[in-house]
């Protein structure tokens, strides 16, 4: 073999490391965003729930009343009826 062979064939093996050196070192920087990406996915659901619970607990008939009461609004008979008529239709719409 001669050395100007030797010298292209150690270049081609010299050339591959290289590049398996760098695409591992993507791979790895990739694999890092995937997984702060999926981070930021899973906090967002939890405050997505944290807010549908937050929401629920307002709309219970309690709180709607105490808020009632807080800005001093006054609350005749129909609004209980239309308290029970809410929950009701909610009712029904879970139960299908």
Do not use: Y
């Not at 659901?45 to 929401?55: D, G, P, Y």
């Not at 105490?66 to 719409?93: H, I, K």
């Amino acid at each position: 073999m001669t050395a100007l062979r030797a010298g292209v064939a150690l270049a081609v093996i010299g050339s591959i490391c290289l590049l398996v050196v760098l695409l591992r070192a993507e791979k790895v920087r990739l694999e890092a965003r995937a997984e702060a990406a999926l981070s930021r996915m899973l906090d967002a659901r939890r405050e997505a729930w944290n807010l549908q619970m937050e929401i629920a607990r307002l709309r219970t008939p309690g709180q709607i009343r105490s808020r009632a009461d807080w800005m001093q609004l006054t609350v005749d008979a129909s609004f209980d009826a239309w308290l029970a008529a809410d929950g009701e239709r909610r009712m029904a719409s879970h139960a299908r």
